[in-house]
């Protein structure tokens, strides 16, 4: 009996006020999208794995819920909306840019009861698929500071970073794959010391090692591109370095300033993003709210070549965050509540339907007693209500209906 009403762990229900203040944000986003000329899609839930097979590295496939098909096809549970984007983008017109965007659950298996990650959450997410170059880099990442002031976010900061500053550093390092990704978990999870024994143990040269080890201090404002271009004679980086500036003043001039920060040191994904990589955080939430980034080598992938830059929102996290500066709100009580004694449906439905005409939320309570509706009323600040008694209507509310 116990498992009839509990859910497996990483899954959980939207209450009642959750889910309005849910569906709130999602209009609001997608009217704010809509007006920008981006297209609602929707994806099937489930997905041939080798969807994903080819993209993703050994590490994500494990997180995917996968269920074989009758005919004995390997499905997975979506874990990733762009991809699904990707596969359907080639049947496209590519000559121009494509701008779309979703509301979406997806999908990640763990085994581990210790983590306090969701197994299926809610995403709000844009896509940009054509060759739009910087100018589609700069809105999008306009268009992640406009949706966190859409949900009524103030005080936040919208993080932009080239990871091909990194590669073109790590380039000629002669590390493999794996100790690449073995340096990159340590620099972003900011560990100063165990990232500079990698890199004595590595035998590193010391003008490579000097910029690594301070890649996470590459932060801030205008600051950072005089300073990240002192450090190296790479050409490459330096190029990485140019375009980010370049992004980051034609935000500048569009009155985005207070909410741009740069970050070099943010190397997230770089298997999956191909430059730009875009993370949002609210002052009231210390987790990221978004993130995203140009994933250009995705779509070759699919079996067509086109430029791609988006975004995805945590909606739960979103609506943790709107929650902590207290812009919820509370499911709006009805309108009007009546009971009836069914002596007459006829004007029972003729006068609930002109009110509803009106936009009035209409509700019937099966109840007899006009004290136990009036009570009803009190508890939930119900301004009006009446009775159908006798094949006949009885304000009982005090108030004209």
Known sequence: ??????????????????????????????????????????????????TFHDVYRPEKLK????????????LALRPDITLQICRMSSG??????????YCENSFEYSDSHDTARSREFAQIGVELLGNSG?????????????????????????EIGDNRFFKSLIADSGLNKAETDELTELINKKDALGTEMFLQRKE????????????????????????AKSMTSNNCAKSAVDHIEKLYNTLKKKGYE??????LGMLNGLDYYSGLVIKGYSESLGLCLLDGGRYDGICPSFGFESGAVGFAIGTKRLLFAMDKLGKLKKTPPFDIVYISDNSNEALEKNYCDTLRSNGKIVVRQFMKDESELIEYCAQYDVKNFFAIKNGKIEILSGEKI
């Open 258 to 263: 207070k909410y741009i920060s740069v970050d």
């Open 1 to 50: 009996m116990i498992k009839k009403v509990k859910l497996p762990y990483g899954f959980q229900d939207f209450l009642p006020d959750e889910c309005y203040n849910k569906n709130l944000l999602e209009l609001k986003l997608s009217d704010l999208y809509k007006n920008y000329g981006y297209l609602k899609i929707e994806t099937p839930t489930v997905e041939y794995y080798d």
């Open 204 to 227: 590193i040269p010391d003008e490579l090692s000097y910029i690594l080890l301070r890649l996470p201090s590459l932060f801030g404002k205008e600051n950072v591109f005089s300073q």
């Open 92 to 101: 496209l017109d590519s000559n121009y840019a494509q701008r779309l965007f």
């Open 63 to 74: 997180k995917m819920f996968k269920l074989t098909d009758s005919d004995g096809s390997l």
């Open 134 to 158: 910087s100018d589609g880099e700069a809105e999008i990442v306009s268009l992640a500071i406009e949706s966190f002031l859409c949900a009524g976010l103030e005080r936040f900061t919208v």
